[in-house]
């Protein structure tokens, strides 16, 4: 018994010693190993997520990177994850090669944005489908089914996606729910094939329309022998502020910055549909040191719908707009301008306030520059941005091109007048 309590008391008198020769917070560390390896693990990932902000950023790399960094076996989950996300993106055939770059780059963001979120077990951004393409623009029936045997639509989290319907609209307006002809073959890719086993279109089909969540997402005009090319105007979305967005306080500090920074990125996305043209807002603060109090969350709001009888046909300039700072004052708001060719034209912040601040303070609000748009008839009618890459794809019947290429002319030349730079 004495030999024990010699030993005990050996044990205790060694571990003062260890503690005064390096510091107690290396036991600190020790024991808390598990929340280092936590805090270690969201600092990759927000570094993950900060270097997708710029637009030269090199999304595989930048997952090579992360999931070089995640080594410890408490990651091997997150670790798995990534990798799969690289396998996905670069496989099926170059699938993502139909959208552009900064449209993958922002969907992997989104996506490293959720793993975190899920990672520290908060809860997850709604995902929501995401369309850069679709080919084709507009159905030639003439070409079924010889030359068209579907329509594919591309993008991404169509697989997670929930509530995505598919309808055959004719020229009266009736709807046929062709919903389960669609065929989701990846997340990247759908297919809507014609025929026996597929849609079957005759002389009323007017359209195709995918709905999420019961609104329209995407249409595509089905061309018959009379159908007209669609009225086509520019509009201007005037600039203007939405805010201040006051992200959520998450993680294990206090609300309070203390003069500590904090890190601010907010990166800011346009999302398009025919009905209307929304903005998501996506901001994460956190403290330089100390305790890392933290700040992270997003919110969707809408900048723009067009009037009845009207759909957005496409966005004329850049779509998304990122910032990083570190805030160094706790009595004034920090603006910055962004300059005239970017979707943001100024962030304005409140960052550090001498107080308790993350999650009721610590917030954004966002000035854009004009907006331009294109309108379009929602008439039983085809655009005429989709005339041209039609008869480039061989896609459309020499009949259809020689009747409808005259007045897509016209129209595309009015909008090239309205957008085209002023010293030009």
Not at 271 to 297: I, N, Y
């Amino acid at each position: 018994m004495k030999a024990i309590s010699h030993l005990r008391k050996s044990s205790v008198l060694g571990i003062f010693l260890f503690c005064f020769l390096i510091g107690c917070g290396a036991i600190d560390k020790v024991v808390n190993f598990g929340t280092d390896t936590r805090t270690e693990t969201v600092n990759t990932l927000n570094d993950a997520i900060s270097a997708l902000q710029s637009q030269s950023a090199d999304w595989q790399q930048v997952l090579k990177d992360t999931v070089s960094k995640l080594t410890k076996d408490a990651q091997s989950t997150l670790r798995s994850e990534i990798s799969n996300l690289i396998s996905r993106t670069v496989a099926q055939g170059g699938v993502e090669l139909r959208c552009d770059a900064d449209f993958v780059r922002e969907r992997i963001r989104e996506e490293l944005v959720r793993l975190k979120a899920r990672f520290l077990g908060q809860p997850e951004p709604v995902v929501d489908p995401a369309f850069c393409q679709v080919v084709p623009l507009a159905v030639d029936r003439e070409l079924i089914p010889d030359r068209l045997k579907q329509v594919e639509f591309y993008g991404y989290n169509f697989t997670q996606a929930d509530g995505l319907g598919v309808f055959l609209e004719g020229a009266g307006g009736q709807r046929t729910n062709v919903t389960n002809k669609l065929d989701k073959p990846t997340t990247y890719a759908m297919t809507l094939k014609f025929g026996g086993n597929g849609v079957q279109l005759d002389n009323n089909s007017a359209r195709l329309v995918l709905e999420w969540g019961g609104k329209q997402v995407s249409s595509v005009a089905v061309i018959q022998p009379t159908t007209p090319v669609c009225t086509s105007q520019p509009h201007t979305v005037l600039s203007s502020t939405i805010g201040p967005f006051i992200p959520r306080k998450i993680g294990q500090g206090d609300a309070d910055f203390d003069g500590h920074g904090p890190d601010v990125a907010t990166d800011v996305a346009l999302t398009v549909t025919p009905q209307a043209l929304t903005a998501r807002v996506h901001m994460h603060a956190k403290e330089t040191r100390s305790d890392w109090t933290e700040a992270e969350g997003w919110q969707t709001y809408q900048l723009y719908a067009p009037d009845a009888g009207w759909k957005i046909e496409q966005v004329e300039g850049k779509t998304s707009s990122s910032h990083h700072y570190v805030d160094g004052t706790t009595d004034r708001e920090d603006s910055f301008d962004m300059g005239p060719g970017e979707l943001v034209r100024r962030f304005v912040y409140i960052g550090d306030t001498g107080g308790d601040e993350a999650g009721t303070k610590t917030g954004v609000r966002v000035t854009f520059n004009d907006i331009h748009l294109v309108l379009t008839q929602t008439a039983n009618c085809v655009p005429d941005t989709a005339i041209k890459n039609l008869q480039l794809k061989g896609l459309l019947s020499n009949r259809a091109f020689t009747r409808l290429n005259p007045a897509a002319l016209i129209q595309l030349q009015k909008r090239e007048m309205v957008f085209r730079p002023p010293h030009q």
